[in-house]
């Protein structure tokens, strides 16, 4: 095979996983779309005068074409951040990749492709949970626009999917490579005999889940805000902050009335950073009340900037930021509140964080980076977080308070559905990545937490989708770019607990203990021919 051959094969790999992605993607190529790339590993195998690092550079090309395909979006945010975003996560799939290769040379065909779903579904989990986490292209989240195929994600979570994906890929690859090593045509044959059971059993699993789940009648009558304001030119400083909530409300004005339970405004809908002690009596929240006397029992869930203040001699959190007069600390919160009935206020902080603009990676030995933090509006550098999300509780109901890029974390979603959440409300701006498939692959990502978790979603966006998803996944009423809005649905609540709701992401913690098994196994054995 000549190097021609085989990077015009790592190529196709990456768009097919791309022509496969949210949003409108066709989700069955990721059934081979790693294929091509599986054949360029085998030949290297099996030519032992290739370079030990070889299927390494290989396989990062690949996934470094498809990171640049499918989130070349991040641009519009920061130019920098992009290029590090894509560059790096290309070299963590290459090593979960890499490590294949090694184990498939060390052990053989049947245990290398075993150790490649161990490898990949532990990499997904992992990276989930360390300061670099950048979840959107875990392979799972493929299937996002097309939820009618894993309505059992309430059983495996999204790591479900990749090891599907996984699986189908091997065994397509592993028969093709058997014809072209054997000429013999009938290895195709065999390869269709797996592969279409593999493919509709699942399938066929989802449409009868699908069609045996009914939803409770437990309603609530929902209005979600879309204010459309620019959040480049408007949202922090071109348009002030009563004109923006002025503009939430009048468009609420429009959907509100006597029987509407909850009104949703998106994140950040008050930009101005507000003292958490002071919240009672900020203007802003007075304007809220104002408009709320009219509706004596509707509860407003809406995003906020918020600090908290701390009268201490030493920084009380790793976040905390010194006065400049050296009197006391503080914390600033990228947050989501409630407001209801009486005077309390409850508070969420948000705590999956992104990257570079809300988070400085491994502070503790970087925190020096805070002054390099990408601003996008509001308070940049490290924000503060809580340890347990908050759940935001009423009369009525209780919901899930998830701002922006939490959404995309299906575990920790969990947490808010043990504490008895039985709705979801998502708060986020996507204006940053333009009208880019950013947006689109963000709010189809809420249709499989809704699968997960069997909760409806009701979704508020700067601009972008805002929309309501039932339990099964199905969006219903999604606005359009770019153009304010107010809609109004009436969801169904839901007490049930899943299966991955009580369990969480299981498999991805079984994929850590066997990747650590069969690496270790396979350090201590000698090569052995593979197929």
């Known amino acids: ?22 949003a409108g993607g066709f989700a069955p190529l990721l059934f081979i779309a790693l294929v091509p790339l599986m054949l360029v590993e085998a030949q290297i195998a099996a030519d032992p005068a290739k370079p030990r690092f070889a299927f390494f550079f290989y396989s990062w090309f690949g996934m470094l074409i498809f990171n640049l395909l499918t989130t070349w979006w991040i641009w519009y945010a920061s130019e920098g951040g992009m290029i590090l975003a894509v560059i790096f996560n290309a070299v963590f799939m290459s090593m979960a ?61 999204i790591l479900g999917g990749t090891i599907w994906i996984l699986l189908t890929n091997i065994i397509v690859s592993y028969f093709v490579n058997k014809t072209i ?52 030119n408007e949202k922090f400083g071109g348009m002030s902050g009563r004109d923006q909530l002025a503009k939430m409300l009048s468009l609420a004005e429009q959907k509100t009335d006597e029987n509407t339970d909850y009104l949703i405004f998106p994140e950040t809908a008050i930009a101005e950073g507000i003292w958490e002690h002071d919240l009672q009596d900020h203007r802003f929240i007075k304007m809220i009340r104002d408009f709320k006397e009219q509706y004596p029992n509707l509860k ?25 007069d050296g009197n006391g600390f503080y914390d600033s919160y990228n947050t989501a509140i409630q407001l209801q009935q009486d005077t309390t206020i409850q508070i969420h902080h948000k705590s999956k964080l992104v990257v570079g603009v809300e988070q400085v990676p491994f502070q503790g030995m970087f925190g ?6 990408i601003n996008l509006g509001g308070s ?17 109901a209780k919901v899930a308070p998830v701002i922006c890029y939490e959404s995309v974390y299906g575990e920790y979603l969990t947490e808010y559905i043990k504490q008895g959440a039985q709705a979801i409300f998502i708060m ?14 963000h709010c189809q990502y809420a249709r499989l937490r809704a699968i997960e978790t069997r909760r409806a979603v009701a979704r508020s966006a700067n601009t972008g989708i805002s929309c309501f998803i039932d339990q099964q996944g199905n969006i219903m009423q999604p606005t359009q770019w770019w153009v ?26 079984i994929a850590c203990g066997l990747s650590i098994l069969i690496a270790g196994f396979a350090f201590f054995k000698k090569n052995k021919k593979t197929v």
């Open 300 to 324: 407003i869930v809406m995003g906020i900037s918020s600090d908290e203040l701390y009268l201490t001699v030493e920084p009380p959190t790793k976040t905390a930021r010194a006065f400049s």
């Open 1 to 22: 095979m000549t190097f021609l051959k085989r990077i015009s094969l790592v190529i196709t790999s990456a768009l097919l996983l791309w022509a496969a992605w949210p």
């Open 380 to 396: 940049s550098g490290s924000l503060g977080t809580q340890k347990t999300p908050s759940v935001f509780t009423s009369d009525k």
């Open 484 to 509: 304010p809005a107010a809609i109004k649905q009436t969801i169904q609540l839901n007490d049930e607990v899943t299966f991955y709701v009580r369990h969480g992401d299981y498999l991805g913690r």
């Open 368 to 373: 020096f980076l805070e002054k390099f933090a």
């Open 181 to 232: 090593f054997m000429q013999r045509r009938v290895y195709i044959k065999i390869a269709l005999i797996y592969l279409f059971p593999l493919i509709l059993i699942p399938s066929i699993i989802s449409g009868i889940i699908k069609g045996l789940r009914q939803e409770k009648k437990n309603p609530i009558v929902v209005t979600v805000i879309q204010p459309n304001i620019d959040p480049y």
């Open 97 to 157: 990749l890499h490590f294949f290769h090694v184990t498939k040379k060390k052990l053989g065909t049947f245990a290398g492709y075993l150790s490649l779903i161990f490898y990949w579904t532990a990499y997904e989990f992992l990276h989930h949970r360390w300061d670099l986490s950048w979840t959107w292209l875990s392979f799972g989240n493929g299937f996002a626009s097309w939820a009618n195929m894993v309505q059992w994600y309430e059983f495996t979570g």
């Open 428 to 441: 986020t701006n996507d204006g940053w990545w333009r009208d880019t498939p950013g947006y689109k692959q």
